[in-house]
């Protein structure tokens, strides 16, 4: 009789086998691959969308428009990643193929939801067949779709969620907790921004650079994305306060 570690090992190895009490491990493990990434934050707003990122730059030689994380797909639609970033280097291209060929083939731009489901059902396709592994990468899919910004989140499992607010990445629970607190449904993108950076200022725990954060906004007027300047963001950085309630504390 095989002992239990080595009966669990077969279940930890297989994508296609599920184990006793119903879990993928693999899948579970890309989930992991996820919750390790950089921290991405989107926000749905009146106006429009907003995606904040972390680029966590770890040395000083690396050249920091290198790192990319806040990804266009279409003009209406932009992706936020965490996880693996040649993973979803390789989604994204596919997402771009999706989007030019609903413009070919339809003649009009694609749909933000049918995009994020085209995704999903590729991504969850990687569940069920042995010989290749899930992807380690989650996305914030935002976009407008006939003037109605929205905000879809993947995981490795191919799972498709729409969101008001939400993060992916290892700072995930803290800025959910932010946005549960802060979040207003007609906020709009001026408004959001301070509050994408307050969550992400939580999730580092003190340790925020704000050189390597990245923002990119969909707005509902032009239905265009673009990624801000380094000076739009610095404007909004003079202009929040970053001090925690411990440094407030400690400056006293």
């Not at 184990?19 to 707003?45: F, N």
């Not at 209406?76 to 193929?97: E, P, T, Y």
């Amino acid at each position: 009789m095989q002992p239990m570690n080595a009966q669990m090992g077969g279940y930890d190895r297989a994508i296609t086998v599920f184990s006793p009490d119903g879990r993928l491990y693999q899948v579970e493990y890309a989930r992991e691959a996820v919750k390790r990434g950089t921290t991405a934050v989107g926000v749905k707003c009146s106006d429009g969308v907003v995606l904040i990122v972390d680029k966590r730059v770890s040395t000083k030689l690396l050249e920091q428009s290198s790192i990319e994380k806040i990804f266009k797909v279409d003009d209406h639609i932009a992706v936020a990643s965490s996880g693996l970033v040649g993973d979803a280097r390789a989604l994204v291209d596919r997402a771009r193929v999706e989007s030019q060929v609903n413009r070919v083939t339809y003649n009009e731009s694609i749909d933000v939801e049918t995009l994020s489901k085209k995704i999903c059902d590729h991504m969850q396709t990687l569940t069920q067949y042995g010989g290749a592994r899930p992807y380690g990468t989650a996305l914030l899919i935002a976009g407008i779709s006939d003037g109605v910004p929205r905000l879809f989140e993947t995981d490795p499992s191919g799972t498709l969620l729409e969101y008001k607010a939400s993060a992916i990445g290892t700072g995930r629970p803290a800025v959910m907790k932010v946005f549960e607190e802060d979040y207003e449904e007609d906020m709009k993108i001026v408004e959001a921004i301070p509050m994408g950076l307050k969550a992400l200022h939580a999730a580092t725990e003190g340790k925020f650079d704000v050189n390597n954060v990245e923002i990119g906004v969909i707005g509902t007027e032009d239905g265009g994305f673009r990624r801000m300047s380094r000076e739009e963001v610095d404007k909004y950085v003079e202009n929040f306060n970053f001090d925690t309630p411990e440094e407030k504390q400690e400056e006293e």
